[in-house]
């Protein structure tokens, strides 16, 4: 069996959490809920990880990696690649809502073609 089975499910369970994330339609007050319930999370182990360097290192054996380090790089790893989709999926959102502002500002300033003034 593979030492590393368990540290390679658990960063694909974190990716698939985060494509489900993503691609989990709306933007009420459950899902923002769980987006601050994740980076508290995610605050919290940082913290630890600061506070007892000594514990990653034991979490990494439990998980199958050779050090602490290296276990904190991977969870790095995932969480970039959250934020870098969160952050294309934001800016694609806005980049729709300047085309139909600007739409709607050309509409608004429109001049009827029999209305010019010579």
């Not at 590393?4 to 499910?9: A, R, T, V």
């Not at 000594?54 to 969480?79: I, K």
């Not at 294309?88 to 509409?107: K, N, Y």
Request: proline share 3%; with cysteine.
């Amino acid at each position: 069996m593979d030492p590393q089975l368990l540290i390679k499910l658990v960063l694909l369970l974190g990716l698939g959490a985060i494509a489900l994330l993503i691609l989990w339609p709306g933007r009420g007050a459950r899902r923002l809920a769980l987006r601050r319930i994740s980076l508290l999370f995610l605050v919290a182990c940082a913290a630890v990880a600061v506070v007892f360097p000594q514990l990653s290192n034991a979490v990494a054996t439990l998980f199958g990696v050779g050090r602490g380090a290296d276990l904190l790089l991977y969870g790095l790893v995932v969480c970039f690649v959250g934020y870098v989709i969160a952050t294309r999926a934001h800016h694609s959102r806005v980049d729709i809502q300047v085309t139909e502002l600007a739409r709607a500002q050309a509409l608004a300033r429109a001049v009827e073609p029999g209305s010019m003034h010579r």
